[in-house]
């Protein structure tokens, strides 16, 4: 058996263990401190992280739009070289195979009709460029599923046709 405490002796054991409760919240505190600094700094790195995802957004809505605007600028310039070669052609018409004026016709209205089908496309393409940017800067992206499809649908159908017509001619 421990012998018997004096009172003094109980109440510094009861002021130490007091001090030592004291010394560990104040650890506690300095913990919760330093928590709460981690969590602000793991703060700062996810809005940093968000920024940079909408910066690869836009930049990737600008490829798309230039990707586009590549293809529309070539759809038109082939459309005016076709026009062009076929106005060419019908004023020399010593040069033409067909000699004949309807094929030269036909291949001047399909260069226009490129040229138009391009210029559609750059209109298009600037629409869509504006809608995205705006929808990635709302945070409220929605595809243009209808608008893809009626595009290449469109496409798909003057592709066809322009088979059909080379070919019955």
């Given at each position: 058996?421990?012998?018997?405490?004096?009172?003094?002796?109980?109440?510094?054991?009861?002021?130490?263990?007091?001090?030592?409760?004291?010394?560990?919240?104040?650890?506690?505190?300095?913990?919760?401190?330093?928590?709460?600094?981690?969590?602000?700094?793991?703060?700062?790195?996810?809005?940093?992280?968000?920024?940079?995802?909408?910066?690869?957004?836009?930049?990737?809505?600008?490829?798309?739009?230039?990707?586009?605007?590549?293809?529309?600028?070539?759809?038109?310039?082939?459309?005016?070289?076709?026009?062009?070669?076929?106005?060419f052609l019908m004023e020399n018409k010593a040069?033409?195979?067909?000699?004949?004026?309807?094929?030269?016709?036909?291949?001047?209205?399909?260069?226009?009709?490129?040229?138009?089908?391009?210029?559609?496309?750059?209109?298009?393409?600037?629409?869509?460029?504006?809608?995205?940017?705006?929808q990635i800067d709302s945070h409220h992206y929605?595809?243009?599923?209808?608008?893809?499809?009626?595009?290449?649908?469109?496409?798909?159908?003057?592709?066809?046709?322009?088979?059909?017509?080379?070919?019955?001619?």
């Open positions: 058996m421990e012998p018997e405490r004096t009172p003094n002796e109980m109440s510094q054991e009861r002021t130490d263990l007091s001090e030592h409760r004291t010394d560990l919240s104040e650890h506690r505190t300095g913990l919760s401190e330093h928590r709460t600094e981690l969590s602000e700094h793991r703060t700062e790195l996810s809005e940093g992280r968000s920024d940079l995802s909408a910066v690869r957004s836009h930049l990737a809505n600008e490829r798309t739009h230039l990707a586009y605007m590549r293809t529309g600028i070539s759809l038109v310039s082939l459309g005016i070289t076709m026009n062009r070669f076929s106005w040069i033409s195979r067909h000699g004949g004026r309807p094929f030269l016709d036909d291949a001047k209205n399909t260069g226009l009709g490129m040229v138009i089908l391009g210029s559609a496309m750059l209109i298009w393409s600037l629409y869509r460029y504006s809608q995205t940017a705006k929605m595809p243009a599923h209808r608008s893809v499809r009626a595009f290449t649908l469109a496409l798909i159908l003057i592709g066809i046709v322009s088979v059909l017509w080379m070919i019955v001619g």
